[in-house]
């Protein structure tokens, strides 16, 4: 384990940021944190975690795809795709990490989305232990551990250091790259720590929340539930729990006319809204019931179904802390699985 | 602290719904942690009982909601409204937007809401609140039980509180109270006195947080169109992302033109915005230039008032004043 006096963290940013674009949580003027590229001058935000999640960066919210340029019967096909530069993100939380598992078994799966696989490939993930998680957190209902978070490289911040962990061959090599700047150290101040987060941990509200009702095969039993129904009656349908969401993947892929050519870019869709999934048919799912319902069915039932159980929540909280009118997955689970 | 109590809006929703008075009851569900509270339609003095709530944290404007909830109602649906969604009550009602004979509305004093983020901000880990004469007292998973002054955690737009007064109602719960000359303006003001360039830095900075959710289009009781330019495939300018900041400008500018002489400043918008950009003050920037140009003018003051943008009088203002005082402006 290596150690970093929190005195030093600035010297580790722009050492690491000497040869790659390193991205941390950084606060901003309403006082809420976004992930943001470091330079000098640049403060790390002590926020649990931020509004928008760090999906951001490998599954932007808009995105071009390839150009057309037409020239009379010609049309050209552009390839705009670039390889990805080399990237850090530094403190994200066990959630987090956990959503870019979730995200890569669809954009990494067959057919492989080359966008999205370029900056996958080309970052390495600093994730750090929570110490002081909210009351909408949940994230052990998914079975995450928040004390020791996943990605190459685990941290963990105590009052007065900051402590490394390599998981992964590229994290090895980002703790060679900041070797002179840390020292060895045992992991008896982690170890402190980890217990009295363990403590608070089972101290939260929704600790007790299960997924027993929830996964893979459940589709029928849930599927008339009145839930849908008694729920979904004041949802606005507006986009921001998908928007926050860090496993939220839908998108919609759209043609801009540029006068002489077509941009094709991607954009995030929300399936809250009238238009998702409309065809040449019409739209299938009318009402903001179904709308409702089939966003809690995604990350409960049908994406467990194909990822060999693997829920597409990982309880980071945000959609409970967002949500204009305060209806979650949360509650839709208290709903559908009965106070325990 | 609200002076009306749970007990009596839910004594109040059992009597209307036992008699027969409605045959619904849109009122405040409760949540997990206190605060996170759930506009719902109750149906039944059981859940009435069991999950009705009404605290600091009912902020939700419900009127919005009577433009879908009487479209296929059988019989009449009861409403809760604080004074300012009285406003929005007369003003959807000055645009049809729902048949008034479907609703019985229960007005009520408010003391003003509280605001879920400047409470957030000032206490980690919420579990619950107890709701005390003298202040919010805050059990918290780090700090024991955190004394909140009421004060302290109320919502921007109850401290510039422009009426206590109900304008509408079938019955009134509480005291009556009366339009307030609020400093609602006043950051307006300090907007103006800015330079063009100060203002545009200002809002670039604001609305370069937008994510283009709608959460504020969608809670605003003045956007009631059947199908929003933004959403409708047809139109030419549908987008659900924000293709730069710029196209997030336009967005919200277009918006606030939509709802000028409509909006009644009930500050929904910046409500639910997640990413806390305070869009009412584009609204209100609109309000202050209607009050100054035309006269006094307030959205939902009455049912039927014809707003100044939609009106003509002969001292209307001409547009080459607009123009001049635009060059001022500037």
Redesign the interface.
Known sequence: MRKLSLENINKLFAAVAEDKTLYLPVD?????A?YSKWAEGTVWSNALNT??SPKDLFFP??EDLMEFKTEGKNIEVIDIRKESEDFVIFGVRACDVKSFEVLDRVFLSEPVDSYYASRREHAVIVSLACS?????CFCTTFGIDAINPEGDVSAWKTATDIYFKANTEKGEEFLASIEALTEESDDTAVNEQKAKTAD?MK????ADLTTDSFGGGKTEELWNNPVWD??S??C?????C???CPTCQCY?IKD?DTGNGVIR?R????CM???FT?MAHGNNRLTQKERFRQRFMHKLVYYPENNGGLFSCVGCGRC???C?????I??VM?KIGGDK | MQKITRDQLITKAVELLSNGTVSAVLGWQKGEFDYDITPAVFTTEEEIKNNFVYNDFCGANFSKYLVAKTKKLEGKILVFLKPCDTYSFNQLLTEHRFDREKVYAVAIGCEGMADVVKLKNKVDGIISIDYKDDAMYVDTLYDGTVKVDYADVLAERCINCKSKKCVAYDELMGEDGEVIDSARFDEVARLEAMTPDERFAFWQNELSRCIRCNACRDACPACTCEKCVFDNPNSGVENKAPANSFEEQMFHIIRAYHVAGRCTDCGECSRVCPQNIPLHLLNRKFIKDINECYGEYQAGAEVGSRAPLVDYTEGDLEPGEVFERGDNNA
């Open positions: 901003q003027s309403d006082g809420s976004k509004v928008r919210q808009t002081r998680p909210s009351e909408t608070i101290k939260l509200p929704l008694e729920f009656q004041t606005l349908g507006c986009g921001t998908t928007f926050v919609d801009f870019y954009c995030w869709d929300s809204y009238s238009e409309r409970l802390s967002k204009p009118i305060s209806m979650n949360a509650k208290r």
